[in-house]
T-cell receptor, first 112, second 112 residues
């Protein structure tokens, strides 16, 4: 069974540029999460989807971040414009029952 | 406010000995706890979990203990192997499908 797939693995951009990350969850997993992990810290939730509905986006900086999960399968997370402080690893996870979450390898973003 | 704390940033253990990783939490509403292992450049991998109605869960070489009164859990690895060298994250959640709150991780090194 394929795991959570994320792309790209690495992204380097200049500040004020836009960037997008893509996630394909494990087949059949209705719940999808986006986390951000800063260096030396644990992941922190940005947004949670149940199918195509965003049910928890309280930690998403909505002035520059947006996300979508069309058709309740894969998802994209966008930052526009990026700031230096957005440099981090962006992790996508999915869950079949809302308990154990399975993570992708992440996208490492560097904003210069 | 760090609701999940891993106070030991690193731990070194000899191969074959027991590794004990500790985690403390402050939120009494947490009812499900998980341990994840993370290798460099990979996403967190689920290791073992425990519900708040239990005080112990065992899976092969890995055992998690939960002390609710002390708001403390620990992960025991016996015997430790070089392949166990990784960063271990403790995580907690409240209810089904909610976000995971992570600790800052403990880097375990298993030496020969």
């Amino acid at each position: 069974e394929a795991g959570v797939v994320q792309s790209p693995r690495y992204k380097i951009i200049e500040k004020k540029q836009p960037v997008a990350f893509w996630c394909n969850p494990i087949s059949g997993h209705n719940t999808l999460y986006w986390y951000r992990q800063n260096l030396g810290q644990g992941p922190e939730l940005l947004i949670r989807y149940e199918n195509e509905e965003a049910v928890d986006d309280s930690q998403l900086p909505k002035d520059r971040f947006s996300a979508e999960r069309l058709k309740g399968v894969d998802s994209t997370l966008k930052i526009q414009p990026a700031e230096l402080g957005d440099s981090a690893v962006y992790l996508c996870a999915s869950s079949p029952r809302g308990d154990i979450q399975y993570f992708g390898a992440g996208t490492r973003l560097s904003v210069l | 406010d760090q609701q999940v704390k891993q106070n030991s940033p690193s731990l070194s253990v000899q191969e074959g000995r027991i590794s004990i990783l500790n985690c403390d939490y402050t939120n009494s509403m947490f009812d499900y706890f998980l341990w994840y292992k993370k290798y460099p450049a990979e996403g967190p991998t689920f290791l073992i979990s425990i519900s708040s109605i239990k005080d112990k869960n065992e899976d092969g070489r890995f055992t998690v203990f939960l002390n609710k009164s002390a708001k403390h859990l620990s992960l025991h690895i016996v015997p430790s192997q070089p392949g166990d060298s990784a960063v271990y994250f403790c995580a907690a959640m409240t209810g089904t499908a909610s976000k995971l709150t992570f600790g800052t991780g403990t880097r375990l090194q298993v030496t020969l």
